[in-house]
């Protein structure tokens, strides 16, 4: 223990370096700013004052992802101190406390349209997010804290630290150096090439395991239908419509506990949070709508914890232009380590 104890409190140290590297710092105050004074007399009146630019959702996820860092690990760091002395007061609080921070970065971070090229930054927080968020919930409830959960906690809590540093490389990387987000010459008539020739196909079967590799599921994407608007279904009914231009894309999606191996406790998995999903089309990303819960179309997804046997489906809701063709759209999901795509079309 003491030596996860020594990866998160590196981790810490590091993470201002890295803030400093990511958010810019604010240029320094001049005299002969406009507004300054100064003692050349005052500005002509056909001088024209420069604004800032508008901050694009690219630089505030940079800000977000660099923000998080201290909170996250040093609730991390507590966590694991409450588990070494066993206090599980403590303990129970400190999940409280990071369960509640990674659901709010999550709920700013599904509120960007960030590019192409800011993507694996995106992907990258929200596994880590994911990753502190389980480490929460495994202690939250009512399950004995034994040798295997206090296993799985720390395991969870160095993942979500390592995807974290992977989403300040991933911000600190120079854009030329991703080659996907470079534009591609195409003589006339030629077709656009693949943005990922290796995508899975409509109804195929995606595998994963937990951080643990004691529990396995499987992800299965497909079929997709749309529609000009859809009404909810529960306490208070709402219609919702799609701006004008636009349609709403529902892609199936459905999680299926497969099962559990080894002698651990812990016979849960968490399938993907509806942020970790994005849709790609045309070098533009989408992010779904949040699960607006049961609908006139059919239910929609929403994570969960699934038990054995037990499986999860639903639609994601993606807002998407009328002249989109899921012949050429891609459905791509963060699921721990790995980022399966499927060919919507």
């Known amino acids: 223990m003491i030596g996860f104890i020594g990866v998160i409190l590196s981790a810490v140290l590091l ?13 320094a105050e001049e005299a002969d700013l406009p507004g300054n004074a100064s003692s050349s007399g005052p500005a002509p009146e056909d001088e024209t004052v420069l604004l800032p630019e508008p901050v694009s959702d690219d630089e505030k996820l940079e800000s977000l992802i660099a923000g998080a860092g201290i909170p996250l690990l040093g609730a991390s760091v507590e966590q694991i101190c409450s588990l070494y002395t066993r206090d599980d007061a403590a303990l129970r609080s400190r999940a409280a406390d990071i369960s509640s921070l990674a659901d709010g970065y999550r709920a700013e971070a599904a509120a960007l349209e960030v590019s192409f090229g800011m993507e694996p930054a995106y992907a990258h927080f929200i596994a880590a997010l994911d990753e502190f968020a389980a480490a929460g919930t495994l202690v939250g409830g009512n399950i004995p804290l034994n040798r295997s959960v206090t296993e799985d906690v720390l395991g969870r809590l160095a993942l979500g630290t390592e995807y974290l540093s992977s989403a300040l490389n991933d911000c600190n990387r120079p854009l030329a150096a991703d080659s996907d987000a470079l534009p591609l010459l195409m003589s006339p008539g030629e077709e656009p090439a693949p943005l990922f020739p290796d995508a899975l196909q409509v109804g195929e079967r995606f595998c994963y395991e937990d951080a643990r590799g004691e529990n396995s599921a499987s992800l299965v ?3 997709v239908t749309w529609s000009r608007a859809f009404q909810t279904t529960g306490t208070k009914p709402a219609q919702r419509d799609a701006a004008p231009g636009k349609f709403f894309l529902l892609v199936a999606v459905k999680v299926t506990h497969l099962g559990h191996k080894g002698d651990g406790v812990n016979t849960r998995i968490q399938t993907p949070a509806e942020s970790a999903f994005v849709l790609h089309y045309d070098a533009e990303t989408y992010r779904p709508l949040t699960s607006p819960g049961p609908t006139n179309k059919g239910g929609s997804y929403s994570r969960a914890a699934l038990g054995r046997g037990e499986s999860l489906a639903g639609y994601l809701f993606f807002e998407v232009p009328e002249d989109l063709d899921p012949s050429r759209a891609y459905l791509k999901v963060s699921v ?9 079309g």
């Open 221 to 223: 994407a497909g079929p």
């Open 15 to 27: 993470v201002p370096g890295a803030c400093a590297t990511v958010v810019p710092s604010p240029p």
């Open 336 to 344: 721990g380590k790995e980022s399966p795509v499927w060919l919507l």
